[in-house]
């Protein structure tokens, strides 16, 4: 893969970059005081926690050096019920040669108990040479969501940058946009946008797609999923009542000049488009460097 098309950057300083990116979203307060969060955090840890090298949490100006003493903020607040009901908490980590270079492997948890309804968005960042161990990564998967009160989620190919700098920012969706509306398989980058519809259903699927139990339950069960899943559609368990929607071996990119339109995640979104969100709901979403005529077809390009 020219991995080099999906890189961004400035002299010697690389302001985007492709990744894997696992993204779990949870609504509502979790029920097993905050345990689900703490395993995804710690399993994360666990497998990357010696190639970290910056952190920083919702109330710092800015990354600082990473030591293991970073942890200790989030797992205060996974332990507290009334910190993640009443706050807006978040908790970012990367492995870049200096704070501005984001790189994978990283980690960005933003915790909005303060929201109506609470909304809590887990991401994940894989280096993107993950994408050639499609076992390893579902492996990993499987383990850091065990115990999370999971509503849905996905994982798949995708971008990271420093998203907390607007400036940045705006030059990096104007950039990606292109690569976006090519390659449908390629994520959106920003979780926490596309959370603002996640408590009405399904809003995106990818190469692996989550469903927690309720999702499940609506769609008539595991057994009904993989009797009703075509060929090239796997179900796999996920813990706390939930299944993995695998979309073939391999995460893909698809190249709609080439009319690789990835129908095996196609199959996925005619699987779940009985619980995805609402059309209303995915109109409120503002994808960025998109119009809302593309945008509008963006959200829905698995889903029709």
């Known amino acids: 893969m020219e991995w080099h098309r999906f890189t961004l950057a400035k002299g010697d300083h690389v302001l985007a970059m492709p990744c894997v990116e696992a993204v779990a979203f ?32 919702g109330d710092m100006k800015r990354f600082r050096a990473f030591d293991v003493q970073a942890f200790e903020g989030p797992a205060h607040w996974f332990a507290d019920p009334r910190l993640l009901a009443t706050n807006m908490l978040s908790f970012r980590v ?15 948890m933003t915790l909005a108990g303060a929201f109506e309804p609470p909304r809590f968005v887990l991401r994940m960042i894989l280096p993107v040479e993950w994408g050639d161990e499609p076992q390893q990564v579902v492996s990993m998967v499987q383990a850091a969501l065990a115990e999370l009160p999971l509503d849905s989620g996905y994982c798949g190919y995708s971008l990271v ?36 519809a996640v408590d009405q259903g399904v809003v995106a699927v990818n190469w692996l797609t989550f469903l927690g139990a309720d999702l499940v339950a609506a769609l008539g069960g595991r057994d009904a999923l993989a009797n009703n899943a075509p060929a090239e559609v796997s179900v796999l368990p996920l813990g706390q009542g939930g299944v993995i929607l695998r979309a073939g071996e391999a995460p893909k990119l698809g190249d709609l000049n080439r009319k690789d339109r990835l129908p095996a995640y196609h199959a996925v979104g005619r699987l779940v488009e009985p619980v995805r969100a609402p059309d209303e709901a995915l109109d409120e979403l503002v994808i960025k460097g998109m119009s809302d005529e593309a945008a509008h077809d963006w959200l829905r390009r698995f889903f029709v």
Do not use: I, M, Q
């Not at 609504?27 to 399993?43: E, I, T, Y």
């Open 26 to 57: 949870v609504n509502g307060l979790p029920g097993n005081g905050g345990a689900g969060f703490a395993r995804f955090l710690n399993d994360f840890a666990h497998n990357f926690g010696a190639r970290l090298s910056f952190y920083r949490t």
């Open 161 to 196: 940058w420093e998203e907390t700098d607007t400036a940045l920012e705006e030059k990096v969706f104007a950039w990606a946009t292109p690569l976006h509306r090519r390659h449908p398989g390629l994520g959106y980058g920003d979780a926490v946008r596309l959370s603002n």
């Open 94 to 108: 990367h492995s870049g040669e200096t704070a501005r270079d984001v790189c994978p492997p990283a980690l960005d």
